[in-house]
């Protein structure tokens, strides 16, 4: 089973900041926070993990709360091409170091 | 760069005929390689992974079963295909190592059984 928990479905304005929101409550030390999304019908691409700092790149920011429990995937300005399913993973350091998808958020990027 | 080749794209195959399909990586030695499957408006489910070669983890007890008979080589297969099996069918590789490396997907193969 998946170890996160996200909002089924969200909306967002086209050129406004998209936050999604991930609780993952039972986070164990080693174990980082990854985003991915899925565009219709292709295979997921990453976006962003981290660990407990805060991480910024061309495409995201991650917020992770101090006692990791939960994190925040900030896309600063939502085009339409961002409306995809959005998957939070806390990525097991373990033999294989397996990616568990859970359901995911769908983010409809409105114009 | 690295590169991770997926086919086919789609496939059409009838109930209880076999099943095979190949991915590659380029670009990398010794990843890590992943199965996973997604049934049509759902999540992502990991079948297989696989840390080196003739190395095969099942998450799932199913009809399917996985093959990695070369370091950058993995394949998925059936006997006898089930209507069951139909969805989308992604390949992942990452890199050995640490916890913080992330997953490249393949493009997937779109398997209907029919």
């Known amino acids: 089973d998946a170890k996160t928990t996200q909002p089924t479905s969200m909306d967002c304005a086209e050129g406004r900041a998209a936050n999604l929101p991930c609780n993952h409550s039972?986070?164990?030390?080693?174990?980082?926070v990854y985003w991915y999304r899925q565009i219709h019908s292709q295979g997921p691409q990453y976006i962003i993990h981290g660990l407990k700092n805060n991480e910024t790149n061309e495409m995201a920011s991650l917020i992770i709360t101090e006692d990791r429990k939960s994190s925040t995937l900030i896309l600063p300005h939502a085009t339409l091409r961002d409306t995809a399913v959005y998957y939070c993973i806390v990525r097991v350091v373990s033999y294989g170091q397996n990616f568990v998808f859970g359901p995911g958020t769908r983010l409809s990027v409105l114009p | 760069s690295q590169t991770i080749h997926q086919w086919p794209a789609t496939l059409v195959q009838p109930v209880g005929s076999p099943l095979s399909l190949e991915c590659t990586v380029e670009?990398?030695?010794?990843?890590?390689l992943y199965w996973y499957r997604q049934a049509a408006g759902r999540g992502l489910q990991l079948l297989f992974y696989?840390?080196?070669?003739?190395?095969i983890s099942s998450e799932v007890p199913q009809n399917l079963s996985a093959s990695r008979p070369q370091d950058r080589q993995f394949i998925l297969s059936s006997k006898k295909l089930l209507l069951s099996d139909s969805g989308f069918y992604l390949c992942?590789?990452?890199?050995?190592?640490?916890?913080?490396?992330?997953?490249?997907f393949g493009q997937g193969t779109r398997l209907t059984v029919v």
């Open positions: 670009g990398t030695s010794n990843p890590n």
């Open positions: 039972t986070i164990s030390g080693n174990e980082y």
């Open positions: 992942a590789w990452s890199e050995t190592g640490t916890g913080g490396t992330e997953a490249f």
């Open positions: 696989s840390v080196g070669i003739g190395q």
